[in-house]
């Protein structure tokens, strides 16, 4: 059974990697369109013709767009992105700074978003053919109207400005360092015993991932809600009812179970979503990870950063949306013989 | 009472004239288009109902809060750090916001649907080929590669809208695809074919028409979304040139004064909810009208 699932993900991480390959294909032809030039702006403006050419053939912008490609990619493999323009530094260890904060973020949303999400579908189920279907309707659609980074300065008005009740920039207070260990905030605070700095931390993440996980979760009430709707009709429904099963325990044990599937399938698309709205709420938030690395580079033009990253991305995609196949496979036995 | 049709008690206690009960499911989408018709206008008629001009500083005059908290009616609104009027800017910003949302939605519809019918309708290695261009696509968050591709390209107008249809040309392949592939299955696309139809007639008599109530719930939802989108592009200062008002240049700007002036960035937040409101509902309002399986539970 497990070997099952074995061989599906083996299969899917086989065609994963092709993805990967046509992804750094994509952003490194798209990047290469650029009207601007990388070499002026890492050169002083008083460089000679001559300078400027010697550096340009140093950073091999010379050969042939193929063979720059197939130079990066080969580099890019072993994860080695180049140095940034802006920052003086290898692409990777500004990118190994900025990752563990971002999944950090990106983890508690995702909590925050299946909690909303599954406990608004089933609010919205209970309420349906009620007088409070048209309202949960309707908040759903106005809540779904609200992107990420709109809940993001709303939250800091309201929590931070007006309330002052909750931080709204960085990861930590000023004045609090962790030790670094593996970058994850709340690991590094509970492996060094420090609970205030936890809490501090846990302060911190509150306000971006609530504004992330309220982008994502209206969508996941509707389809949990329709697909509820759907199993409704199965029989095993009427004979739990019939064996006199409380609603409470039909509506747990039997529909929720066979509901979950659709709507833990659509986490995968949403959650990849999710990851992409990291990039403006971070950048709100003053929080140090990929989506403020990104912004930055694309304000300084700052190629090999703004590829590294964009390939972190996508690869993050494929690697959440492989999870949640995996998931879908090991709680979906039909799944295995359909294949 | 069985909860998996609701609507049908809800009918059934209130017994509704026949005429009625047809108007009932479009509610929501006409709600949802006079919101999206009145911005139009203002989009349109921007010139005649702005009280200033969009980038007419007034340095004598920054930062006033809006009438109703303690300013005055020569800007009802207030004005920005620079003492521009907001009203007038948020008028002028709906400019920006409609034509991104009309030009990019609908080029993502002509892109993505065409791609979607060739590949439903032939398959083979045409599906092949355009199934694999959406993996492609969808293995970037929608954000990322829209900022990938303004930096490739440069910011401007055209430029954003060239990046929202690329970005999201895939919205409507995924979708319009499994509905193509679902259509081509019925005996009368056969019948159309056996009576002489060529490819593309059939496409255009048979294939189009059935896929087309699809097609417009999906373009006013994307339309909510290509002006979200331009919003974040322009609060990162990637989307239109810099004399040109945007609602997420707006707040942008304003974000830097919100402990003194919260207006200047409350007021554009509630254009860009409003506006995707209007989308939604009415895009939502569609897809309940025109889909049959929906419609029927609420007249039943």
């Not at chain 1, 050969?63 to 290898?90: M, N, R, T, V, Y």
């Not at chain 1, 039997?254 to 949403?270: C, D, E, Y």
């Not at chain 1, 494929?318 to 294949?339: E, H, T, Y």
């Not at chain 2, 937040?269 to 309940?288: E, K, P, Q, S, Y």
Request: net charge positive.
């Amino acid at each position: 059974m497990s070997g099952g699932v074995l061989g599906v993900a083996l299969r899917r991480i086989g065609v994963s990697l092709p993805l990967v390959f046509l992804v750094s294909v994509l952003v490194f032809v798209v990047l290469r369109l650029i009207p601007a030039d990388p070499v002026a702006m890492s050169v002083p403006p008083n460089a000679t013709r001559a300078e400027i050419e010697a550096l340009r053939a140093e950073m091999g912008l010379t050969l042939p767009i193929h063979e720059q490609f197939w130079i990066w990619f080969a580099k890019a493999a072993g994860a080695d992105f180049g140095k940034s323009i802006a920052f003086a530094q290898p692409v990777s260890r500004l990118i190994g700074q900025a990752l563990p904060a971002t999944i950090e973020l990106v983890v508690v949303a995702a909590v925050f978003a299946t909690i909303i999400g599954l406990a608004g579908g089933l609010l919205m189920y209970r309420v349906a053919g009620g007088r409070g279907e048209a309202a949960s309707d309707l908040a759903s659609t106005l809540i779904m109207s609200i992107p990420e980074f709109l809940w993001a300065i709303f939250f800091i008005l309201l929590f931070g400005v007006a309330l002052n009740i909750l931080p709204f920039t960085g990861r930590l207070d000023a004045g609090i360092t962790v030790g670094r260990i593996t970058g994850f905030l709340l690991v590094d605070t509970l492996i060094q015993g420090r609970f205030g700095a936890f809490l501090n931390a846990l302060s911190h993440l509150l306000l971006p991932s609530m504004s992330l996980a309220l982008g994502t979760a209206p969508l996941l009430m509707r389809v949990l809600r329709s697909s509820l709707m759907e199993v409704g009709n199965e029989d095993y429904m009427m004979m739990a009812r019939l064996r006199g099963f409380s609603e409470r325990r039909v509506l747990v044990h039997h529909a929720f179970k066979n509901a979950f599937l659709p709507t833990l399938n659509l986490m995968g698309v949403q959650f990849s979503f999710l990851f992409g709205g990291t990039l403006l709420v971070e950048v709100i938030y003053s929080y140090p990870g990929l989506g403020s690395l990104m912004v930055q580079a694309v304000a300084n033009t700052d190629l090999p950063v703004i590829q590294g990253v964009a390939l972190v991305y996508a690869v993050a995609v494929l690697l959440i949306n492989l999870g949640v196949d995996l998931a879908a496979l090991m709680l979906n036995p039909k799944l295995r013989i359909a294949k | 009472m069985s909860r998996s049709q609701p609507a049908a008690g809800q009918a059934g206690a209130v017994p509704a004239p026949r005429r009625r009960a047809s108007l009932r499911p479009w509610r929501r989408a006409i709600v949802g288009g006079a919101i999206v018709a009145t911005i139009m206008l203002v989009a349109i008629f921007a010139p005649l109902l702005a009280p200033y001009d969009p980038n007419e500083q007034d340095l004598l005059n920054q930062l006033l809060p809006p009438v109703w908290a303690g300013g005055n009616w020569d800007h009802p609104l207030g004005t920005d750090n620079l003492g521009r009027d907001t009203l007038s800017r948020l008028i002028y910003g709906s400019r920006v916001a409609m034509i991104v949302a009309v030009a990019a939605a609908s080029g993502a519809l002509v892109l993505g649907t065409a791609l979607a019918i060739v590949a439903g309708y032939f398959g083979g290695i045409v599906d092949w080929i355009v199934s694999r261009l959406v993996e492609l696509w969808l293995c970037f968050p929608p954000v990322v590669l829209s900022l990938i591709l303004i930096v490739g390209f440069g910011v401007g107008l055209r430029n954003v809208i060239l990046a929202i249809i690329l970005v999201d040309w895939t919205r409507f392949c995924r979708v319009v695809r499994a509905e193509v592939l679902v259509v081509r299955r019925n005996d009368y696309i056969d019948a159309a074919r056996l009576a002489g139809f060529s490819h593309w007639r059939t496409i255009r008599r048979e294939v189009l028409p059935a896929v087309a109530p699809l097609i417009l719930t999906i373009l006013s939802l994307e339309m909510g979304i290509a002006v979200i989108v331009e919003a974040i592009l322009s609060f990162v200062g990637m989307s239109v040139e810099s004399t040109i008002p945007a609602w997420g240049v707006m707040i942008a700007d304003a974000r830097k004064d919100m402990y003194q002036a919260v207006w200047g960035l409350v007021l554009p937040i509630l254009a860009i909810i409003v506006t995707v409101l209007g989308f939604n509902l009415l895009g939502d309002g569609l897809r309940r009208a025109l889909d049959p399986k929906l419609r029927q539970r609420v007249i039943q």
